[in-house]
C-alpha cells in the first residue's frame, strides 16, 4: 500500500550468534508475510537493525541512537537479559515499549519496568518441570552450574526454592563466569568431582555451555553414574550445535518450550530453512526454534497494536531546557507511548509459536517439552503440564506419566540405560570418617582399643559389627575408617557425652557416628539417622522378692481397696435384710445384742451358703437373689488368685513406681553420659539422689548393695542395656515400665547425606538375614533363658476395685431400692402419727415403737381369723363355751 505511512521500529540483535542470526531472517520474513496478507493496512513497520555485539554498552548506545535519530515506537530485543537490565529502563524513561523475545531473566520485571513486555519464557517456568524430573527420579541432591550473569544468577534462588519443596537438597552453587577460560572451566569440573553430588543442572548462554560440556567429556563426567539437565536455553539450540559438542553432551535431558505442530509452522519452517541458507551459507546445523517463532510472532503483536492506537503522527516531546542535558534527556517522551503500550498488552491471536496474549506483561506457558540428546536425535521423553509429566499431549486425565516407562525411554551418560543413583563416593577424597564412641562399660555393644605396636584404634562391639555387615551390603563399595571420640589421640577418655559426639557430624569432623546411639529428637536437628537396627525404649530394673511364702498370702488376691469395700457391702446388705424382715420375721427380732449379731451374721453366712434363716418379705429375697449372686462372682475370682499364687512362686519387683523412689529420696542409677539423666531431671528427681554408672558389673554391685548401703534402689536405663543385665541375672532383678519411648538405635550421617536411604535399606535387609541372630549370639548370648514374663513388664496380680465395680453398683442400687420402697410403705402405715399434732420428739418415738412392734404377715392374720370362726361355730353347736373377751383376743 503506497498510502501506507511508515513507523520506525528498532531491533538489537546479536549478530555474532546463531538466534541473533536467526530472529533477523524471521522478523523481516514477518513483515514481508504480514503486510502482504494484509494490504489495506494504514500502517506499516520499518525495522532499523542494530548489532550489540554481545556488549551491554553497544546496546546501549544502539537504543539511544535509535530513539534520538528515528524516533522508533518501540524497539524488540535487545538479545541478552543484562542488555535488556539497561534498554528496560530507557524505555520506562521514554515511554517506548520494548518487546524482548530472548531476555528470560526472572530479574526483569514487567511490573518495575511497566513498558518492558516479555515474549519469550521466563526461566523461572521451566522450573517446576525440572523438578518434576528430578522427583520422578528420587534425586535427593543437585548442584546447579550457572553462568555469573544477570541471565545466570537470576535463577538460582527460584531454582533452590523448586528443589526445597521436593525435598531435594543444593549442597554448592557453581558460578562461571562468562570471560572464564578454558582452565577454569575444568578446575571448577574437578572441584565437582571431589564431591559425592552427580547430579548437575546447566543453566547458561549456548556459548559458554558448549565450552563446558566439552571440558566435561574432557574430564570424564559425560560418563555412567552422571546426570546432566539442561535449561530452556540450551535446550532450544541442541539440533543447530557443532558436531563436536553433540558429542560430548551424549545422554543429557533438556528441558524446552513446546511447539504446537502446524500445518503452517511446517511450511514456514521449510521457506525459513531457504532463505537462512542463502544469507548464511556457511552454517550447515540450522533448525528454527521457539526463539526465532516468537521474533516472527512479535511482530504481528506490534503490527496489529500500531495499526489499532493509530499513533502515525505522534512524536516525542521534548523537554523545554535542554543545556547540559545527556542524550537521553534530550530525547523526550513519547506522547503516543502509553497508548501504543496498551494495544501491545491486548494482543489476542495464535501465531506460529502458539497463543499469543500477555498476563502480568508477558506470555504465559502451560507445556515443556522434555527432550534427550542420544547420537544425533532429539529424542522426545515425555511433555510437562501444570498436571505433571505425561507421556503425549494432549494430556490425558492422567496427572503423571508412569514412571516406569518414562524412565526407560531416558539414555543416560555413558549410553546406560541405568537410572543414576546421583551421587557417589569420590575416588580422589578420603574416607569416610567414622565416629565411635569411647566407653569403658558395656563393651558388647562398643569397645575401643589399641593396637599395642602400632597404636591404631581397634573397635569390636554388637553396634560395629551389624555397621560392617551393613556397608558389605550396599551394592557399592563405601572405604570408611573408625575415629575414637576421645579428648586426645589414645587417652582412653570420652571427649564427652552422646550429644556431644553427634554434633561433631554437623560439625563435619565426622562424616558418621556408630555406636549405641538412641534416635533423639534434639539430635535430629543436626544429622540425619538411619532406621533402627535394634529396638530401644527407656525401663527401670529393681531388684525381686519372693511371694508365696507369707503367713499373711491369703490377703494378697485382693487390695485392700477391694477388702474394704467388700466388708462394708457385707455390713450394708446384713442391714438391709435386718430392716426389711425385723417387724415381719421372729428370727430378726429379741435383745439388741441379738439383732445386731444377726445382721453381722447373716451377710457373712451368705458367702458359704450356710444362712438358715427363712426370709419372709419379697424385698428381702430380691436382695438376698442379687448379693448371692455377688458372693459368687467375688468368692470365684478369689479362689482363683489366691490358687495361683499358692500354685506358681513369683518373683515380684520390689518396687514398681519411680515417682515413689523419687519421693523417698532413694538412689537411683543411671549409664554415664546417656540421656538418661536429663530424663530422670524431668521427672523431679533430686540430681544429688542420682548416681552415674559406667559398666554392666557396677550396675549389678549397687542394685545389690540397695539405695541403704551405698547402692541404688532401681537403675533407668535404656532396654538393651537392661536386657543384658537380666539375662544374666533373670532370678536377681525385674524390668519395670516406664512410660518414655525411643526409637532404637541407628547410624548418624550429616543432614541430607545420600548414603542414608541406601544404608536404612541395607539395615533392613541385614536384620531379615541369619547374619544378624548370629551377631546377636556372639555378643550378647542367649537372651530367650528368661522366660517372657520375667523379661517383660512387671506388673501386679491382685484383685482391684476397679474390676467389680459395675457388680457393686448394682448390688448397692437393688438394696436401697428395697430399702425405699420399705420405708414408704412404712410411713404410709404410719400416717397417722405423722399427721398427728403430737411433738416431733413424741412422733419419732412411736414410729419408733411401731417399727419395733412385731407385724403379722397377710398369712398369719388369715389364719387366725378362720381359727376365730370355727371356734364361733362350734359354740353355736354347744361343743365349747366361749367367755365374752376371748372373741375379741388378739
Known sequence: ???????????????????GKMSKTCLEMAIHDFYTARENYTTRLVLRTRNSAGDAVVATSAAIELLKNYQVKAILGPQQSRQADFIAYIGNTTQVPIISFTATSPLLSHLETPYFIR????????????????????????????????????????????????????????????????????????????????????????????????????????????????????ASLLSSMDSNVINSMQGVIGVKTDLPPTKELDQFSKRWERRFHDEYPGIDHVQLNAYGLVAYDSISALAMAVEKADIANSQFIKPAIQDYMTDL??????????????????????????????????IPISVFQIVNLVGNDIATIGFWTENGITEQLPASNENSIREKNYLKKIVWPGKSRIIPRGWDIPVNEKKLRVGVPVKRGFSQFINVTRDPLTNAPIVTGYCKDVFEAVMNSLPYAVPYEYEPFETSEGSGESAGNYDDLVEKVFAEEYDAVVGDITIRANRTKFVDFTLPYIESGVSMIVPTKGEGKSAWIFMKPLKTELWISIGAFFLYTGFVVWVLEHRVNKEFRGPPSNQVGMILWFSFSTMVYAHKERLVSNLSRFVLIVWIFAVLVLSSSYTASLTSLLTVQRLQPTITDISALIRNGEYIGYQEGSFILDLLKSLKADKSKLKPLRTLEEFDEKLSKGSNNDGVSAIVDELPFLRLLLAQNCSKYKLVSLTNKASGFGFAFPKGSPLVPDVSRAILKVIESPDMNLITTAWFGDQDKCSEEDTTTATSNRLTLDSFKGLFIITALSSTSALFIFFINFFCESRHILASQEPVKQKVVAIARTFNKKKEDAHQAAKKEKSKEEEIEMAARGEIHLTPGALFQS
Open 1 to 19: 500500500n503506497v498510502t501506507a505511512r511508515k513507523i520506525d521500529v528498532g531491533v538489537i540483535l546479536d549478530m555474532d550468534t546463531y538466534v
Open 119 to 234: 515474549m519469550a519464557q521466563v526461566d523461572t517456568s521451566q522450573l517446576k518441570a525440572i523438578a518434576a524430573i528430578v522427583n520422578a527420579v528420587k534425586w535427593s541432591e543437585v548442584v546447579p552450574i550457572y553462568e555469573r550473569s544477570p541471565y545466570g544468577s537470576g535463577i538460582i534462588s527460584y531454582l533452590a526454592d523448586a528443589m526445597q519443596g521436593i525435598g531435594t537438597r543444593i549442597p554448592y552453587r557453581c558460578g562461571i563466569s562468562p570471560s572464564a577460560t578454558d582452565d577454569q572451566i575444568l578446575k571448577e569440573l574437578y572441584n565437582l568431582m571431589t564431591m559425592q553430588t552427580r547430579v548437575f543442572i546447566v543453566h547458561m548462554l549456548p556459548n559458554l555451555a558448549y565450552r563446558l560440556f566439552l571440558k566435561a567429556k574432557e574430564a570424564g563426567m559425560m560418563s555412567k553414574g552422571y546426570a546432566w539437565i539442561v535449561t530452556d536455553g540450551i
Open 329 to 362: 534527556k534530550t530525547i523526550g517522551v513519547s506522547d503516543a507511548g502509553p497508548k501504543l503500550l496498551r494495544s501491545i498488552l491486548n494482543a489476542n491471536f495464535t501465531g506460529l509459536s502458539g497463543k499469543v496474549y500477555f498476563k502480568f506483561g508477558q
